[in-house]
């Protein structure tokens, strides 16, 4: 029984890099079904994100998984590149390692950012996707829902995933909530069109903004953000007028000068009748000029103040993260111990019923030797009973040994000494 | 609730409920120290187990002093009733925003009310008057739920200027010291003012009949000239001038203003219940006394 992964992540290798390995999810089918081809005994999982591309490769047969050299070859050949070139950059584990691994990582604590909770879906995907091509078996079931239960367990039992640390999702969730009870009846301004503001928008949509006004000098962006999103796009004409109406604005343009003075808001304050107006100025350098943070009702957030927040919660999660390692610690062992038992099971059987056959065959000529006193069943039974229990007394230490043996390290030690003492043959 | 069954309530006094909410108190500003999960459910169980003791302890009473005389006609009633009204409206409030710490604000008022009820507690009982005991029960009533609102309006209003102070100066969340949204708190500061506006009034104008009534059948009502009179009448002035000045001006209807106005209101409110108190205003008019009539 053998478990195998190669792959790289952002730890040790740049996007240019992970780029050039990522498997789009068709190439995700189309590898695995090669991957069928080539190794047909093999259960396989490809998990490809932005941050990662590992590959879980696993076999009943030792002989049957691939090596890392030959799943590197695998990766290597698929992508047209030179072995040697992505040799060095590629990390390979296996066995109780390749399980600590998945674990972690399904947990979100060898994310880029340690607790996220979108690893955890991808794990699943990469998992289903590799059910629906039928490359799973007994080794990748138990390894990945064992990694999706553990994952669930760290996201429970710490509060490693309950800090939000990306801008977006603190401007929304820990700021615009304190200021709105609710959005789908707020008039929300997104100026720009860009990722921070695209990202923003969307933790907004999820909290059910309805009435989105998105604004951008490239009138046509501003128009493909709002086909993508639920936003209706406005000429930048417009903008004094929605700031009247606005009660949120995120504002995250490129612009290297403010594009709302407090000059210019004077005469839009006016306007407001003093309408509360909560701003997340999220460009760098700033859109908004910061002195209209003393207008009355008007709350205004740069990049700064969220990304305070955002690293006192790194700090909490990390402040969680041995209660986390621990309970990885806890489930790789339990998992190893489990399947080392999966492993030795079989062999216990067989050692069994090799001794059953050699008791056997020792009671029929002992039996034959005693004549008409071995036809006497009370005989016997009596020598059959005795003999099982010499048997099961010999017996007895080693497998006890055997499946007490809880550290797997040791563990195909005691199994290949058990092989070797009984000549055991597969 | 007479039986043999319910003679353990009969020992519920004062102190279990006051004792109830002083813990949920003490729970609740504990958060702002540490983290417990199942914390709020112990808040919360105190709370309802506070405003059961508490309504049980009024319902005895109520029985009690009805079969001897006036039921609920004291100022230490008036006060104990107030409270279990703030108590309600926490508790409701407690279990909709479970994450909030609205506690911190509502349980001192409510431990504060039941202080000045003890305060008050020998003062005299209102006594009886037959012919204005519909109006007596629409003055007390009224202004029993009108200052129930106008403190639940102050309340919001506290939170209110508490959480636009820590946003507009940038302080980070604190997650056990969570406030409801500036959108909620704006909301229920004008709802509460606008209700205890309305019924203060009512309350306020039925006392003004009341006392024409009475002074007009046999010459015991109040002088128009008594500091109570005076000051009430400023107050519902006052009261007018503020939902007028909310409805006609757009920026009073905004954040801050309209928190300072309900503070404002209910410093004009306690003040004029203080007059209330050292004038013994009630037990002069015959004010609540006359809820026996009505129910008898």
């Known amino acids: 029984m053998k478990l195998q992964m190669i792959g790289c992540s952002h730890h040790h ?25 080539v190794f047909p005994q093999t259960e396989a999982v490809l998990l490809s994100t932005c941050n990662r591309v590992e590959i879980y490769a696993a076999a009943e047969n030792e002989e049957d998984c691939p090596s890392a050299q030959q799943l590197i070859n695998f990766v290597a050949n698929y992508h047209g590149l030179d072995v040697a070139e992505i040799a060095t950059d590629l990390r390979s584990l296996d066995g109780e390692d390749a399980i600590h691994h998945l674990f972690t990582t399904a947990a979100s604590l060898d994310s880029m950012v340690i607790g996220e909770a979108q690893i955890l879906s991808q794990v699943k995907q990469a998992y289903d996707m590799a059910n629906e091509g039928e490359n799973t078996g007994p080794l990748t079931h138990s390894s990945f829902q064992a990694a999706m239960r553990v994952a669930k367990r760290v996201q429970t039992e710490t509060e490693i995933h309950r800090k939000r640390v990306s801008i977006p999702s603190v401007a929304v969730a820990d700021y615009a909530s304190q200021f709105f009870e609710r959005f789908d009846d707020k008039v929300i301004l997104v100026i720009g069109a860009g990722e921070m503001g695209e990202e923003t928008l969307q ?72 309408k509360p107006l909560f701003i997340l100025d999220l460009a760098v350098p700033r859109d908004i000029d910061p002195k209209l943070a003393d207008f009355l009702g008007v709350y205004l957030y740069s990049i700064d103040d969220l990304q305070q927040v955002c690293d006192r919660n790194r700090k909490a999660r990390e402040r969680e993260w041995p209660k986390a390692e621990q309970i990885i610690e806890e489930e790789v062992s339990r998992f190893m111990t489990d399947l080392y038992r ?85 | ?73 004291s100022w230490y009633d008036w006060c104990l009733m107030v409270s279990l009204a703030v108590a309600i409206t926490y508790a409701i409030i407690a279990i909709k925003k479970n994450e909030n710490s609205v506690g911190i604000f509502f349980l001192p008022l409510i431990l ?108 015991t009502g109040i002088p128009w000239t008594d500091s109570v009179i005076i000051s009430s009448g400023v107050l519902l002035v006052w009261l007018v001038t503020v939902t007028v000045f909310e409805a006609v001006y757009k920026p009073a209807r905004q954040g801050r203003k309209i928190a300072y106005l309900t503070l404002a209101s209910f410093v004009f409110l306690a003040l004029v219940l203080s007059f209330v108190f050292m004038a013994e205003h009630a037990s002069q008019t015959d004010g609540v006394s006359a809820l026996r009539e009505v129910l008898s």
């Open chain 1, 13 to 37: 290798t740049d996007v240019a890099f992970r780029e050039k390995l990522a498997f789009q999810p068709n190439q995700v089918v189309e590898a695995l079904a090669k991957m069928r081809t």
């Open chain 1, 203 to 274: 933790y907004l949509i999820d909290k059910n903004a309805q009435d989105v006004r998105i604004i951008n000098r490239n009138h046509q962006r501003a128009i493909d953000l709002a086909q993508r999103t639920t936003g209706k796009a406005v000429e930048w004409d417009k903008l004094n007028d929605l700031l009247v109406e606005a009660d949120l604005i995120v504002s995250a343009t490129g612009a290297t000068e403010p594009i709302i003075t407090a000059e210019s808001f004077q005469t839009i304050s006016e306007r407001r009748f003093q």
């Open chain 1, 342 to 426: 999966r492993v030795t099971g079989p062999w216990i059987g067989r050692l069994k019923q090799q001794a059953n056959e050699i008791k056997a065959a020792e009671l029929e000529r002992l039996l034959n030797k005693l004549g008409d006193l071995g036809d006497d069943p009370k005989i016997r039974k009596e020598l059959d009973v005795t003999l099982g229990r010499v048997v099961n007394k010999l017996l007895h230490p080693p497998l006890e040994s055997l499946r007490e043996d809880v550290n797997p390290e040791e563990g195909p030690g005691l199994l290949d000494a058990l092989k070797k003492l009984f000549q055991l043959k597969d």
């Open chain 2, 1 to 73: 609730m007479n039986g043999p069954d319910a003679s353990w309530m009969t020992k519920i006094s004062l102190s279990c409920f006051a004792f109830s909410y002083a813990i949920a108190m003490i729970l609740e500003i504990s958060r702002l120290f540490f983290r417990a999960p199942v914390r709020i459910l112990i808040i919360l169980g105190l709370t309802i187990a506070g405003i059961f003791a508490h309504t049980v302890y009024l319902w005895l009473k109520f029985q009690k002093d009805f079969s001897g005389g006036t039921p609920m006609s």
């Open chain 2, 112 to 219: 504060l009310l039941i202080l000045v009820a003890l305060f008050v507690k020998d003062q005299e009982a209102f006594t009886q008057s037959e012919a204005t005991n519909v109006w007596a029960v629409t003055h007390g009533i009224s202004l029993l739920l009108g200052t129930s609102a106008m403190i639940v309006a102050f309340i919001a209003g506290v939170m209110y200027l508490v959480h636009a102070f820590r946003l507009k100066k940038k302080l980070p969340p604190r997650s056990g010291f969570r406030l409801p949204s500036l959108e909620w708190l704006q909301q229920c500061n004008r709802q509460s003012l606008f209700y205890a506006t309305g019924l203060i009034a009512a309350g306020l104008v039925s006392g003004v009949i009341m006392n024409v009534l009475k002074s007009t059948e046999n010459q």
